[in-house]
């Protein structure tokens, strides 16, 4: 298949070389949207993008059907801040167990302690 010098710009560029063909009729498609030249500015963007997870990486046939040149800059991830009053399964059914025995302490059990001292 002979691809256009253009399309092979486009191809070095993206950083997934994934579905060639694909690509290919998606960019002559893409082609009627834009300039080649704002497309593969794009597409140098969305490589650069420090925020973009190389596991998902679209391929470029879904980033060019998505018009993905038009898309900002990805965000950071959000970590999200622990519970702070999070306590793992384990934790809370020692806790409870504990709360239960001294709940349902024997109530003489007291008293004896007392009178043998």
Do not use: C, V
Not at 48 to 68: C, I, M, V, Y
């Amino acid at each position: 298949m002979n691809y256009s010098p253009i399309f092979e710009q486009f191809w070095a560029t993206y950083p997934r070389q994934e579905g060639k063909l694909d690509a290919w009729n998606a960019w002559r498609s893409a082609s009627h949207f834009n300039t080649a030249s704002t497309i593969i500015a794009g597409a140098a963007r969305y490589r650069d993008n420090p925020h973009r997870n190389p596991q998902f990486t679209k391929t470029p046939a879904r980033w060019l059907e998505s018009r993905g040149w038009e898309d900002g800059p990805a965000e950071p991830p959000r970590l999200q801040q622990p519970d702070p009053t999070y306590k793992p399964g384990w934790q809370k059914r020692l806790e409870y167990n504990a709360q239960l025995n001294q709940q349902y302490q024997d109530p003489g059990a007291e008293f004896l302690r007392s009178i043998e001292q």
